[in-house]
């Protein structure tokens, strides 16, 4: 069964459009996908698109639903989304922040519940005891993780998080992508993420897409999708795949296309060398 | 039970899980909330035993529950000044607390309060408007006339924000500045006033932008105790929402709640009490803008303890104000507005060097 397909997918921010005629072939149930692109390429306007926050045109299908012309309401209830910008620094506990995110969606929910689900989620993501903490006393990435604490806690079907490891130390974002490939695995939720680290992406997702110029130039499985040529299209970059001795792939950068000016040419041409400028 | 419901919430018992802990500190914040509300009892009770003419504690108690036994003139200042005017200060205290707390939630600033988006200047030129050419409008009594222009240039600012919001965007940095533009505008529309106004008219102008209780009776009790009766439920039932805009206006729309609609309605009924509360005793400063401080230190931002426990921190404020009012200067009652700053920033400041991380 198709888990999630997108067929000609438009967007635009008034007359300027930003995402156009995206399409994604259908991704498996139970697959993490890592959204790359460079930077201002469109990555959050298509997950924005996709929880329903930003105006589209096209079809979302998750399994036999589409998701574009689903109600609002219906609509929150299977797309959990996590936007880059973090939770808030209030005075607002842990605790409170998850359980009341988890009762405005879920009024019907006894607190019994609502509490068993919130202990559940915070024990999973290992920040239990953060839980009677404000918001304002956590650090950004113990900020970074009660967000996507009040995504999971929703069990949504399908997940949409905006660089979820941005703010993590390197402990913490291996720990959180093997929590959302077992999450993905076991429930056959798919998860889109946002992700810059290529090599995070290429060891814990199954499924890449990347954007560039308003659409995906490339989607498929991650391992045979990638490539030093996709690599030099979507950013700029000379890079080499490679095979780590546990046999991942990793990326290998060598440098940027756009040439750097050396300081004797800076200073030929009379202007400030960029070693100066930094 | 309480003793170990109150050692669970000092958090040193790691046997207890965390929904248990957190239970019992809601336990206690209901013990201060309580504690809260039966402070704000005393001070009305020691407010209508203030006052130029001596009437003692049981006087008072007595004159309550067995009006017979007060003489006439006991029962006139009981009855019809000093009830009405202390209830009053509860009332509006309660109107401006809950009002600031709101705000403060819906646009995301610790420093907005109903005078933030021009409602409360907006309110101060209807009454000028009003004291300073309402003769022509001889056929209406002035002491309905000032406040109901004060509540029509209050609604009115209201709605031209709103407006001026739908047709430029919603977004909360639109709105304060709007705000302030309102500010700005009606105070230079009061000054021009002022300036063309005859002595009497400037005198009676200033005195009723300084705010006072004085004017307080059972009928506009009964106004401003409705409004504030029937906003505080429709407050109540969006407490969910409220607390889950405070971990992220992004994170709220994630869930499907409506912001911008929220924000207005909030804004509106915000609004609505400042209007009221500002209509029937003059402009009382300060109070809409610390006492949901003074909640938040305490309470935190569980929106169903920080807007009772606001509106009941503006009462607490505006109850002990009035009491000051009339013991600071022995056979005079100051105007409440006078005292509200005076009595409310050294509060303020001893609870925000109590914390050390701030207000924010």
């Known amino acids: 069964m198709t888990a999630l397909t997108i067929e000609q997918l438009n967007v635009a921010y008034g007359k300027k459009p930003v995402l156009r005629d995206l399409t994604m072939e259908p991704v498996a149930p139970g697959s993490l996908v890592a959204l790359l692109g460079a ?17 589209a045109r096209g079809k979302v299908w998750l399994n036999d639903t589409e998701l574009l012309s689903m109600p609002g309401a219906e609509r929150v209830q299977k797309v959990g989304y996590l936007p880059q910008s973090l939770p808030q620094s209030t005075s607002l506990l842990v605790w409170e922040a998850l359980c009341s995110g988890y009762r405005a969606l879920r009024p019907d929910l006894a607190s019994a519940v609502v509490e068993r689900d919130v202990q559940g989620v915070l024990e999973q993501l290992g920040i239990l005891d953060l839980a009677l903490r404000p918001l304002s006393t956590l650090s950004g990435g113990q900020r970074q993780m009660v967000g996507l604490a009040q995504v999971l806690v929703r069990r949504p079907e399908l997940l949409l998080l905006d660089e979820p490891t941005s703010a993590l130390d ?50 498929g499985p991650a391992r045979e999708t990638i490539s030093a040529e996709l690599l030099r299209t979507a950013f700029g970059i000379e890079a080499r795949v490679e095979n780590c001795s546990l046999g991942w792939p990793i990326v290998v950068t060598d440098s940027a296309q756009m040439r750097r000016e050396s300081n004797a040419d800076a200073i030929r041409k009379n202007r400030r060398p960029l070693d100066a400028i930094a | 039970m309480n003793t170990k419901i109150l050692n669970i919430a000092a958090g040193d018992s790691p046997a207890f899980s965390v929904a248990e802990r957190y239970r019992a500190l809601l336990y206690r914040r209901w013990l201060l909330l ?3 509300g039966l402070t704000v009892l005393a001070l009305v009770i020691m407010d209508l035993t203030t006052g130029p003419a001596a009437f003692g504690l049981l006087d008072v108690l007595g004159g309550i529950f067995n009006p017979q036994q007060l003489s006439k003139a006991q029962s006139v200042i009981l009855w019809d000044i000093r009830l009405p005017y202390a209830l009053m200060a509860v009332m509006v205290g309660g109107c401006l607390g809950l009002a600031g707390a709101e705000m403060q939630t819906v646009l995301n600033n610790p420093l907005a309060s109903p005078f933030t988006l021009g409602v409360a200047s907006a309110a101060c030129l209807g009454a000028a408007l009003a004291i300073a050419f309402g003769g022509a409008l001889a056929f209406v009594p002035q002491n309905l006339l000032v406040p109901a222009s004060a509540f ?18 919603a977004g909360v940095g639109t709105l304060v500045l709007f705000g302030i533009a309102v500010y700005f505008t009606m105070n230079s529309l009061i000054w021009l006033i002022q300036y063309v106004a005859s002595a009497d008219t400037v005198q009676q102008i200033v005195f009723w932008t300084m705010g006072s209780l004085a004017r307080a009776t059972w009928g506009k009790l009964a106004i401003v105790a409705a ?44 609004s609505l009490l400042t209007g009221v509360a500002i209509a029937f005793v003059g402009e009382i400063g300060f109070i809409g803008l610390v006492a949901p401080h003074m909640a938040r230190l305490v309470f935190g931002e569980d ?33 409440v507005g006078v ?3 005076l009595i409310g920033i050294p509060l303020f400041l001893a609870l925000i060097l109590s914390r050390r991380g701030g207000i924010a």
């Open chain 1, 39 to 55: 930077n201002a390429v469109g990555k959050s306007t298509l997950l924005k698109s996709l929880a329903g926050l930003q105006h």
């Open chain 1, 170 to 219: 390197m402990r913490w974002q291996l720990r959180v992508l093997e929590l959302l490939h077992e999450i993905c695995r076991d429930t056959g939720a798919v998860a889109v993420i946002a992700i810059h680290d290529l090599n995070l992406a290429l060891r814990f997702c199954d499924w890449i897409a990347v954007l560039a110029q308003g659409g995906l130039i490339a989607s």
């Open chain 2, 34 to 36: 309580i504690g809260l």
């Open chain 2, 152 to 169: 029509i240039f209050a609604a009115a600012s209201t709605l031209l924000i709103q407006l001026l919001a739908r047709f430029y965007g």
């Open chain 2, 227 to 270: 409004v504030l009766g029937v906003c505080l439920p429709f407050a109540l039932r969006s407490v969910w929402t409220l607390t889950t805009l405070r971990s992220g206006e992004d994170h709220a729309r994630s869930l499907g709640i409506a912001v911008d609609r929220l924000r207005m309605r909030v804004l509106l009924r915000a």
């Open chain 2, 303 to 335: 929106h169903r303890f920080y807007l009772p426990a606001s509106a009941l921190a503006g009462a607490l404020l505006m109850s002990f104000a009035s009491v000051v009012s009339k013991v600071i200067v022995p056979g005079v009652v100051l105007p």
């Open chain 2, 339 to 341: 005292v509200t700053a």
